[in-house]
């Protein structure tokens, strides 16, 4: 079983719509978890941490659910330039583990 | 002015090449990283320097060897270079006081032939 596991998508959606995407990760002992955005062809940038309590930034909100080993990142009103890869991270104490990513198009 | 840099951006080489990719970052942060994206999109790490110290060594062949010189770089070599190492390498650093905020390079795509 992989760490972290996603739904590579592709996610198609119209401009405007709500989408969400999850991630599962496999070490119970995980301490911190991330949502990060890849571009085509360009490095990965931290788009969010997530927190059990659930943290919203703008358009996007991602939740953790500690017992289920489950992350999730919602969002709203997508735009064109949200077209892109999301990678959910999880920091295990040593290092950082990345998923393979999901893939959002927006389209208008 | 770019935070990390990396070159060179392109290598297309033969196999069984000896080839190197430097890594540099003007943050002053503390630990660097070289991380290996594959074809299907893995982010997967390979090695981790702290403060020159190696601290992170996966289980990738002994024919990639990391250097770090000083605590703002950090240089990947690789010997006799195999198809399967064709990938984008990205480096990253980030500051002991916020290790989970990974900044990365813009990556170095690496083709052979």
């Known amino acids: 079983r992989k760490e972290v596991e996603q739904d590579p998508g592709p996610f198609n959606v119209p401009e405007g719509a709500t989408v969400a995407f999850n991630c599962t990760y496999s070490?119970?002992?995980?301490?911190?978890f991330f949502w990060y955005r890849q571009d085509c062809r360009k490095e990965p940038k931290l788009l969010m941490s997530?927190?059990?309590s659930g943290n919203e930034d703008g358009r996007f909100t991602a939740q953790l659910n500690r017992a289920s080993q489950y992350i999730s990142l919602l969002i709203r009103d997508s735009k064109l330039s949200d077209s892109a890869t999301y990678l959910c991270?999880?920091?295990?104490?040593?290092?950082?583990?990345f998923g393979a990513g999901t893939r959002l198009t927006v389209k208008p | 002015d770019t935070a990390v840099s990396q070159t060179p951006k392109y290598l297309v080489t033969q196999m069984g090449n000896d080839k190197s990719i430097k890594c540099e970052q003007n943050?002053?942060?503390?630990?660097m990283y070289w991380y290996k994206q594959d074809s299907k999109k893995f982010l997967k790490i390979m090695f981790s320097y702290n403060n020159k110290e190696l601290i992170i060594n996966e289980t990738v062949p002994n024919r990639f060897s990391p250097k770090s010189p000083d605590k703002a770089h950090l240089n990947l070599h690789i010997n006799s270079l195999e198809l399967g190492d064709s990938a984008v390498y990205f480096c990253?650093?980030?500051?002991?006081?916020?290790?989970?905020?990974?900044?990365f390079g813009p990556g170095t795509r690496l083709t052979v032939l």
């Open positions: 990253a650093s980030t500051l002991n006081s916020r290790p989970d905020t990974q900044y």
């Open positions: 991270v999880v920091n295990n104490g040593n290092d950082m583990r």
């Open positions: 943050l002053g942060h503390d630990t």
């Open positions: 997530v927190y059990s």
């Open positions: 070490n119970s002992a995980s301490q911190s």
